[in-house]
């Protein structure tokens, strides 16, 4: 009996010692994350530069903050190459909850992850996205504050004044201008009314044609050719800068020049892109994102409405055109990229900034 007594006894402190190790792990588990690296997951809009600077600028803002991937955080990528059902596909894996921070680059992203990820199952952070505040995931223009509390970034509207100014600068019998858009992209919606008063304002008239999808681009800037607009503008629509090359075809058929708010555009043969410098957006949500890994509650944080100015210009593409387009000693000098006969200039923020 003494021997079953401590066969029994030796089964209960081994039952004892059994249940306080799964404890330990358990609770190892389940412990406040501040040991834990943190998952993020990055959508971007597509594979443009604009993307893909905005991109580097993120990793580049988290590094600033103290963020290494790969060391104190690990990054999943993704791409939805402008597609609305792959975006919202996208959006529904990486909302679930496996993912601690979601960081969108784009409107359609921004749109997408929100509609997702409307119990906050992960914070969010978007950047490059022109007019967050219609984008319809809750913001408000008047209270930048007012946000869901996990959802927060940084919105950047192209410099459309400046753009328009700019091209009458460059050509100052410049009456008539056409842009194409889609109606379904907010950023367009956004946009073009903008537009609208500035051509107003500056005595352009501004012809529009609608498009859906980039198939139909060609057709549609070689109508606003016949109708004898002087130049072509492309704003922050995905659709037509997916097909920007159909956009610049059309125009030199017609001897005019295209010129942009979206930099990237001049060293395919745009006249000039003046727009933002969307390294430097990006590296300004990767910031707000670092904050947010140090320990800022993303509900204290206020939804940021910036605008660092980028100039590309392209003195080749003047050839071929039918009016005369010149370029200003003073706007070259603040042009952060020139591109000519020798070939492509890049000049430091500091110099082009002078």
Not at 58 to 72: A, I, K, R, V, W
Not at 112 to 131: E, I, M, Q, S
Not at 148 to 157: A, N
Request: glycine residues 8%; proline residues 4%.
């Amino acid at each position: 009996m003494w021997l079953a007594f401590k066969r029994l006894s030796f089964g209960f402190a081994l039952i004892a010692l059994t249940s306080s190790v799964l404890l330990i792990s358990d609770w190892n588990r389940r412990r406040p994350t501040a040991r834990r690296v943190p998952h993020l997951a990055l959508l971007q809009v597509s594979s443009l530069e604009a993307a893909e600077e905005a991109a580097q600028g993120m990793m580049d803002g988290l590094s600033e903050s103290g963020f290494t991937n790969g060391q104190n955080f690990m990054l999943t990528r993704y791409n939805a190459e402008g597609d609305v059902a792959l975006a919202n596909s996208i959006a529904k894996e990486i909302t679930d909850g496996r993912f601690d921070l979601v960081l969108t680059l784009g409107t359609l992203c921004l749109q997408a992850v929100a509609n997702a990820n409307k119990a906050g199952k992960a914070v969010h952070v978007f950047g490059l996205t022109a007019d967050p505040f219609s984008a319809g995931v809750g913001l408000r223009r008047d209270d930048p504050l007012d946000h869901p509390k996990h959802l927060v970034g940084v919105g950047s509207m192209p410099p459309i004044a400046e753009t328009f100014r700019l091209a009458k600068q460059l050509f100052p019998a410049l009456h008539s201008v056409g842009v194409l858009w889609n109606v379904a992209e907010a950023n367009s919606a956004a946009q073009i009314p903008i537009s609208r008063k500035v051509a107003a304002d500056l005595g352009l008239v501004l012809l529009e044609a609608n498009v859906d999808s980039s198939a139909g681009v060609f057709e549609a800037a070689s109508s606003l050719v016949a109708r004898s607009v002087q130049a072509l503008w492309i704003g922050a629509d995905v659709t037509i800068l997916t097909a920007r090359g159909s956009v610049l075809a059309a125009a030199r058929k017609g001897g005019i020049p295209v010129f942009t708010s979206i930099p990237g555009t001049a060293q395919q043969g745009a006249l000039f892109d003046a727009g933002a410098n969307y390294h430097e957006l990006g590296r300004l949500s990767g910031v707000l994102a670092g904050r947010i890994l140090n320990g800022t509650d993303p509900a204290s944080l206020p939804v940021e409405d910036v605008q660092p100015l980028k100039l590309l210009v392209n003195t080749q593409a003047r050839k071929g055109l039918r009016d005369p387009w010149r370029f200003s000693q003073d706007v070259l000098q603040k042009a952060a990229v020139v591109i000519d006969e020798t070939g492509v200039h890049e000049k430091t923020a500091t110099a082009a900034a002078s």
